[in-house]
Nanobody, 126 residues
Framework: QVQLVESGGGLVQAGGSLRLSCRAS????????FGWFRQAPGKEREFVAG????????YYADSVAGRFTISRDNAKSTVFLQTNSLKPDDTAVYYC???????????????????WGQGTQVTVSS
């Protein structure tokens, strides 16, 4: 059974940073792309960042490019999202999602992912 568990969320002041982690178990971590999504109250879930299973390419939403960094540690079956220069608009529940095995591309839509974590709350105060 595949499980994704996010951690690292919390309350932070504008301009601060948080490092989110997603620990995966029960699947072929090294052969899967991962993505981070977020959902703010009253808004649709949106793509934030993604990383190919090879780890050689990363992708970001325009709203976070230059501020967020996605990375992975295959030995620890963990994907990270380093969030810097946080803004109040970044406040949301952040979800980790695992793509399909051996898929080369990184999807930006929810339907491209088959497993999801429960999410971790990020709140940025002004």
């Amino acid at each position: 059974q595949v499980q994704l568990v996010e951690s690292g969320g919390g309350l932070v002041q504008a301009g601060g940073s948080l490092r989110l982690s997603c620990r995966a178990s029960g699947g072929s971590f090294s052969l899967c792309a991962f993505g981070w999504f977020r959902q703010a109250p009253g808004k649709e879930r949106e793509f934030v960042a993604g990383i190919r299973w090879s780890g050689s390419r990363t992708y970001y939403a325009d709203s976070v490019a230059g501020r967020f960094t996605i990375s992975r540690d295959n030995a620890k079956s963990t994907v990270f999202l380093q969030t810097n220069s946080l803004k109040p608009d970044d406040t949301a529940v952040y979800y980790c999602a695992r793509g399909r095995v051996a898929v080369n591309t990184v999807g930006r839509q929810e339907y491209e992912y088959e497993y999801w974590g429960q999410g971790t709350q990020v709140t940025v105060s002004s």
